[in-house]
Every structure is written in C-alpha cells, then in structure tokens.
C-alpha cells in the first residue's frame, strides 16, 4: 500500500476578487521508502503541495477539495492539535533556510531531546544519547560537544545537518524537503543531498523532495512530477522523464537547461513565462507556450494520460490511451 | 594571452574590509582589529569581444571583483586598466564620466535593481540623460524604444512599472538600462541565478546574441559552472579572494588542473547522470576573517602536504593554463 496518497487536491486562496486557485486537482503517490522528486519554476505550486500535506498551509490558503491519505488515514481535515502529533512523529519537514527552522535561543541539543521527548516515549538522559547519536549520523564533527551549541555557532551546511537531524528525531515515516539545499553552495549542497539519501535510506523513510533543480532531481530521486500552474504535468520514473519527456513543458524545460555534456550555442527558450494564478488560459494552461498545441489544447484540460513510459497531462498522448 | 592588446586588465587587485567591532568595544574587550580581504591579489586580462566569468562560492569575493572593476569600490592594492588606461585614477577624476559611460554593470536581483516608482521609460532614460547623449522628448522615446527592442520587449512596454513585468522580463529591462550608453564592457554579477531555468535560457540568449552585434566584452559571474560553461571564453575560479586558476574554457572543463576546480566539476548535480554516485568533498569555505595559512584550500585539500599548509603557491603558467598549486607545479598532480 502507498504510504501518501494525495487525491485530487484543490488549494484555494479566497481574496476580495474572488477565489485564486492555487493547485488544481493534484494526485500522486509516494510509496514506503520512495523518494519522489516534485520539480517545477517558481509558482508552478510544489511548496504548496508540500505544505498542504504537512498540514502547513498559510492563511487564507486552504484545502478546497481532494484527500490527503497517510497509510490510508486521511490528515488533510484532522484538528490542528491531531495535526501536531502526526508533524515530526511521522511526517518530517525540512525547509530551505536552515536558520528558520532552527530556534536561535535554545541550545540544537535542547531542540533535539525536544522534539525526541514529545513523540517518543524516552527520558531525558536516553533522549539526549539518541540526540547525539543524530548529530553523529549527520556527520557533525566532535556532536557530544557541538550538541550544547546555539544554531548561529554552527555554518550554513552544518545547519542543515542539524535541521536533517531534527527532522529525523522521531523517525517519521516520511519527509516532506522543500529545497534543502537551495540555499547552500555547491560543494554542500552535494554533501547534503547524500546525507539525506543515505539516512532516509537506512531509516527507511520516504522523501517528498521538492527543488527547482532537476539535477538533484536526476540524482537522487526514484519518480519525479513536473508541475506546471498548480498543475501536475507529467509524473513518472526519473530517467524516463528526463530522457523520454512526454509532456512538451518538461521537454523544454530539460532543454533550457545548460548542462555539461552538450555544446550548443543556444539555449533552447520556452518563450513567455508561465500564467499567474488569475490569468490561467482555458484549457491545457501550458497551450500559448507550448509549440505543438492544436485545437483541443485551447478548449479541454488534459488529465493525466498515459504516455510511453510516463503520465502525461497532455493531449498529444490521447490516441496512444485509446489502445487497449 | 595573445598578441592584441586586451581590453579590461586587472593587476594584483586588492581590496580590505574592516570589520572590526566598534572602537569602545574594542578598547573596553579587547578585541582586536577585524580586517577581511575580500579580494587579494587578483590578475586577469579579458580581451575586446570575450567572455571572462569568475565562479566560487559564496564568500570568494567574486562580486568584490565586479565592484572594483565598475569603479563602486576603490581597490586598497592594486588597479584595472581599461583600453590603456588607468581606471582607478580615472574614476576618481573628471574623466570617470567617460570612463562609466563605456563600462556598465547588471545587478544579480532584478527586482532590487528597477525603481519601482519609476516608469520603464524614465529608467531606460536616466543613463541617456545623465550623460547627456541625447535630448528632446522625441529623439530619447525612440531610443528607449529601440533599447527594448534589442532586448525582445515592446517599445509599448515603456509605460509600464516595474511590478506588471515578471523576473526574466525585469533583468531584460536592466540589460537594456545598461546598454543605453552604448558600453564596450558589461560586468554582470550572477544575472540569471534569481531566475527559473526557461527563463535563464531566454536571458542568457539574449546576452549572446547582443555580444555577437555589438562586440560586447563581458565579465560574468556566476557560481553555476554550467552556465559559465556556456556563455564563457576564459574561467576563472576564485577560492577565498584569490584565483586558484585561470584557464580557457575547453581546457578548464576537460582538464580542471586545481584540486578546488576538479571539486566544484565534481560537485554539480547533472541532468543526464540519473542515478550518479558522487563522492563530494568533504569540508566547507573556512571563515574569510581567518583563513588557513599557506595555500587557503589545504584543509579540504585531498593532495595537500607540509609544504601546502606553510606556503602560499602563486598563479604560474603550465601548460597554457594558470594554476596556484603546488602540487600541480611540483607534478604531483
């Protein structure tokens, strides 16, 4: 059985114009120990998603339609007390800047037996020998003395082991890690992006890891979705997405990206830029950019349909579901 | 480098921040004087029509470099010369007008970098009418409007504000504040990293195409070594203030000499390796109010030996390439 099923989720924020539809009919799912890679440009809804299923959404935000199911539990319309137990017990968060989700007054030790104390039912002595055995696994040198520092004592990419090591505190079944490393420079965030993998891996925890970076996604990532506009545009396994795309938002989207093993020129460029939330084109919402939509783009909205190795919100892909 | 003179040279640039604490603090604490050195002792030349881009982490001071070179910061050693001339000495004279007019900068955030109570137009305007490269209401309109063309927006977009004009579409707007003067040098300091991917490669086209039509020269900062991999003539890798090396770009990228430039390849996530295994150095950028001594990066340093943590190796030529590393100058590597 999955351990997250998110079923056609709807985020809205009402405002005095009206209701901004901020996801739109979101489905996927993570299995026990997965990581599943949620990648898309800025806007395109996948902090949202994160935060509605780690119960964080911010005001007036909030959950319009769909299901949220952890091993087959629904959570998206649990009380805001229910919500706290199952947060850092079986779903970890790690955000984007360390220094935030880190309080700067309390000892990271503090912090840790903390968190440990509340979910797990151990004392203070063996919350503190578990803390440090964290701090070890994070590979933060000499952790029996480091454990007594405050946050600002430590760096950027030592932080983040820090906020890994909280998120990981009460062995939660999953964690949701929105951009943990975008913050971090580029000989960390590689470290970090291991770090991660490793421990989830041993703990057997699943990973929601949502970045800009399809790299790290290519990386480190079992299945990715690509959202587009509050939308999913293709899910599917890394490698196929990546080097089959089925969607032609994720096709220029991989071909924008310079890498390091192709000599061109030019850059392709997916000309405009993608709608804002009250402007959304009827239809398939990638249509004006996209440069083979044809005349049912601009009419329907595409579901997720069956491409070659992907799902593709895509009508190109329509003939290839009507096989049997 | 090569036989023609180059346009932009940079020798042995220098710059010191004191950041000590406050003069009582100091006298009631005992706290010593604070001096960071941004930059220490940086040399470079970039020819007319090329591409220089320094990358490093955070903290290496490769934007210190971009101020210096747009004259915001005077340099405490050290100078720049541009076209023959000493731009230093210039900036602090009557001839820096002339001398900023000829060497504009694009700014890393765009939304920082636009007035936002200010038209497009009156932002494109400024530098025309600062330098007073033109006038009349009709004659400054129609440049605008040929500056945003030459950027891929619409000469109607002059009317708007900042705000109705999404990330890629504002650094468009800076790049073309930055041509109005009709600059031989762009120094452009991590102009895409605010931006979405489909929205970088839409940007960094454009600058492409406008070095091809106009013979721009360019030094380009960025700390994402596939970007500098595609704009780029020349790379620099700066490490903690100074250069580690400075090679031409097939060479950088198929042979990376320092251990530090063969990390930073290593460490970038890539697109096509599904799956890749890394082994990612160990360690961080030690604090640059303190860095070690010798050769800055022998703490991180896989090679490192007794000589690397008591000497501090100068940038030599080897191979065609300029590298500081001892091990690489010894041929251990």
């Not at chain 1, 996948?46 to 509605?52: D, R, V």
């Not at chain 1, 840790?112 to 509340?118: A, K, N």
């Not at chain 1, 057997?204 to 999913?232: F, K, N, P, Q, S």
């Amino acid at each position: 059985m999955s351990l997250l099923q998110v079923k056609n989720l709807v985020v809205e924020f009402p405002n005095r114009r009206g209701t901004l539809r901020a996801l739109d009919d979101i489905s996927f799912e993570i299995a026990p120990g997965e990581i599943l890679g949620v990648v898309g440009e800025s806007g395109a809804g996948k902090s949202l998603t994160g935060a509605a299923i780690i119960g964080l959404l911010e005001p007036p935000g909030r959950i319009a339609g769909g299901e949220i199911l952890l091993q087959g539990q629904r959570i998206d319309n649990l009380r805001h007390e229910q919500m706290r137990h199952i947060r850092g017990r079986r779903i970890g968060a790690i955000f984007q800047d360390p220094l935030t989700s880190l309080n700067p007054l309390y000892t990271v030790g503090r912090q840790l037996t903390e968190t440990i104390r509340t979910h797990l039912p151990v004392g203070e002595a063996e919350a503190r020998r578990r803390a440090i055995d964290l701090l070890k696994d994070t590979g933060i040198p000499a952790a029996e003395a480091r454990i007594d520092h405050y946050p600002h004592q430590f760096s950027g990419g030592m932080r983040q082991r820090v906020v890994i090591a909280l998120a990981l505190a009460a062995e939660p079944q999953l964690i949701v890690a929105d951009e943990p490393t975008t913050a971090l420079d580029v000989s960390i965030q590689a470290q970090i992006i291991q770090l991660l993998k490793r421990l989830c891996r041993e703990r057997g925890a699943a990973v929601m890891l949502i970045t800009h970076d399809m790299g790290v996604i290519a990386e480190t990532c079992d299945r990715v979705a690509v959202m587009y506009a509050g939308r999913i545009a293709e899910v599917g396994p890394v490698r196929d997405v990546i080097h089959q795309p089925a969607h032609p938002y994720t096709a220029g989207l991989m071909a924008s990206i310079p890498d390091m093993a192709s000599e061109r020129e030019r850059l392709n460029q997916i000309d405009g830029a993608m709608p804002r939330l009250n402007a959304i084109p009827a239809g398939c919402a990638y249509n004006p950019r996209c440069p083979r939509a044809f005349e049912r783009c601009t009419r329907e909205r595409p579901e997720l349909l069956r491409a070659e190795a992907t799902q593709a919100a895509c009508w190109l892909h329509a003939t290839v579901q009507a096989l049997p | 480098m090569t036989a023609t003179a180059p346009l932009v040279v940079a020798h042995d640039l220098a710059k010191t921040f004191d950041v000590s604490a406050p003069w009582l603090n100091r006298v009631l604490e005992r706290k010593p004087r604070a001096l960071l050195r941004a930059v220490d002792g940086v040399s470079f030349e970039i020819e007319a029509g090329r591409t220089l881009a320094l990358v490093g982490e955070s903290g290496c001071g490769k934007s210190t470099v971009a101020r210096l070179l747009v004259g915001l910061y005077a340099p405490t050693r050290g100078g720049m010369t541009f076209d023959g001339q000493d731009a230093h000495a210039a900036f602090r004279s009557s001839e820096g007008r002339q001398l900023r007019k000829r060497i504009q900068m694009i700014f890393q955030d765009p939304y920082a970098s636009l007035n936002p109570r200010w038209t497009v137009e009156r932002i494109i305007e400024e530098p025309l009418r600062e330098h007073a490269l033109l006038s009349g209401r009709e004659a400054l309109r129609a440049r605008v409007g040929e500056l945003l063309q030459s950027v891929g927006l619409s000469p109607q977009d002059m009317a708007k504000y900042p705000h109705q004009f999404s990330g890629g579409q504002r650094q468009r707007i800076c790049i073309a504040r930055a041509l109005a003067t009709a600059p031989e040098f762009l120094v452009c300091d991590e102009p895409t990293s605010a931006l979405d991917v489909s929205v970088q490669a839409q940007v960094l086209n454009i600058m492409k195409d406008l070095q091809r039509e106009r013979g721009l020269t360019y030094l380009f900062i960025s700390h994402n070594l596939a970007v500098v991999r595609h704009v780029s003539d020349h790379v620099g890798v700066m490490y903690l203030g100074r250069l580690v090396e400075l090679a031409d770009k097939p060479s950088l990228f198929a042979r990376p000499r320092h251990p530090y430039t063969r990390m930073l390849l290593d460490a970038i996530p890539q697109m096509h390796a599904v799956g890749r295994a890394r082994t990612p150095v160990q360690g961080e950028v030690p604090n640059p109010l303190n860095p070690p001594g010798g050769c800055a990066f022998h703490p991180r340093c896989p090679h490192a030996n007794a000589r690397c943590s008591a000497e501090r190796p100068a940038l030599q030529s080897i191979g065609g390439v300029r590298v500081a590393c001892h091990a690489v100058q010894e041929g251990r590597l």
